[in-house]
């Protein structure tokens, strides 16, 4: 998705980072201006990696514990001898704790202070943005989305201290229309939600991290999982074995004119090992699907009475590719909801249960893979509100007992109305038609081999990511969806 230097094993929100910041101060008595002394010496080590030619800085602060890393890295930046534009945009004389020590750090090194005015410009060889910390909610003030513009119409390489300012450290949403464009963002403690999914990870830039010597026992269980594939269940085949072994998924979708996305998904199905791969499409496909893929076993199907018994066989269904809105689509998925075995609904399937507000009719720990699209219409919000709310909406909709794949750059899952884990494998060209067909194949083969739903959903998204950023070797101008179902494996 971008580059890291941080290994990060866990995201959290702005808040939850907060609250480990007050344990290492209150219960593992770090005092917080030394935490933000740290925060300084980090952000300013890293700036002097990556810009190592600047003899310059220009730091831009706003107010509370986000400026004073700002004024520690003014102060440690003239200590070492570079120039130093110390810009305060916020009113000094509200600083209080912490944050005061360190401007006072900042103001006895650097003799002088510069208000932020109307015609004020960036000096320094890098800019440093220390305006808007992890705290920030709601619309951006105006003198600070004034800042804001002129770090970005600076053409100054950019370094963001924990969280690009116009960014929501908790969902990855907007607060300002055009957020401080960073090249380098040095986030602190804990790798920030906001920073790896949704419109955020625009802005971010690299990312690198620093846990700022904060124990691991003040962390507790906060933070979701981010998929790593090590930890995921491992599906191995014994010598002694037969396809049957392997499950029986039915696919369902390919209305007229869509075929190619229930082949999408049955090649999928069957490069991540589900033993007997049927699908149930238009019989006007029927002979085209054979022709490129033998191993599928197609049925042409016009009514539900055309899958009984294909369902009854089956260990686990996939529905919605090329499913269509119509009679035929709708009829179809409403007898899989109802058929007793493990599930999977994906893109026209889900625009069936949104048009109907049927999402809580599906059986408990069905698994969906909705688009910011598709979620907003199951939600019956827009898809801009999705992004937003990107943590949000994967929780809400998981709320009926369904596991929901939040699809997106930081693909989210949820379970049981919160949020279990991310997944940061994955590169823009994914963004392609039918690559989401190809999750549904994945996903609904792990549940036919007999894996948990969250567990199906979890290495499913991974399994994908992982092939999508190996296609894209071989293919780095532009992805088709069949480059990413040609790249999976099962094995490490």
Known sequence: MHASTWNVARAYTGSETRAIDQRAINEFSI??????????????????????DARSVSVVCGSGNNAGDGYVIAGLARDAGFGVQLIQVADPAKLTGDALQAFRFAECRLGSIERSTE????GGDVVVDALLGT????????NFQLAIDRINASAKPVLAVDVPSGVNADSGGLLAANPVRADLTVTFVAAKLGLLTGPGVDYAGEIAGADLGVPARAYGSAGIRVLDGRDLPQLKRRRNSHKGDFGRLLIVGGDSDMGGAVLLAGEAALRVGAGLVNVATRAVHRAALLARRPELMVRGAETPTDIEALAEHADAIAVGPGLGTESWGSGLL????????????????????A???ALRSLPRGAIVTPHPGEAGRLLGKDAAWVQ????????????????????????LIGAQGKLA?????????????????????????????????????????????????????????????SDIAAALRLTA
């Open 135 to 142: 705290g920030a909610k709601g619309e951006v003030r105006p």
């Open 388 to 411: 937003s709310h990107r943590p949000q909406a994967a929780a809400a909709l998981s709320e009926h007992g369904a596991v929901v794949v939040l699809k997106g750059a930081g693909t």
């Open 421 to 481: 884990s991310i997944c940061l494998a994955g590169n823009p060209g994914m963004a392609t038609a039918g690559s989401g067909d190809v999750l549904t194949g994945i996903a609904g083969a792990l549940l036919a081999r007999g894996l948990a739903p969250l567990a199906a959903a979890e290495l499913g998204v991974w399994l994908h990511a992982r092939a999508g950023d190996e296609a894209q070797e071989s293919c780095p101008a532009a992805l088709m969806a």
């Open 31 to 52: 005092p917080g201006i030394r935490l933000m002394h740290r925060a300084g010496r980090a952000a300013f080590d890293a700036l002097r990696s990556r810009w190592p």
């Open 334 to 353: 409403e007898f899989c909801a109802t058929a007793g075995k493990p599930l999977v609904v994906d893109a026209d399937g889900l625009n069936v249960l």
């Open 119 to 122: 015609d004020w410009r960036i």
């Open 355 to 357: 048009r109907a507000d």
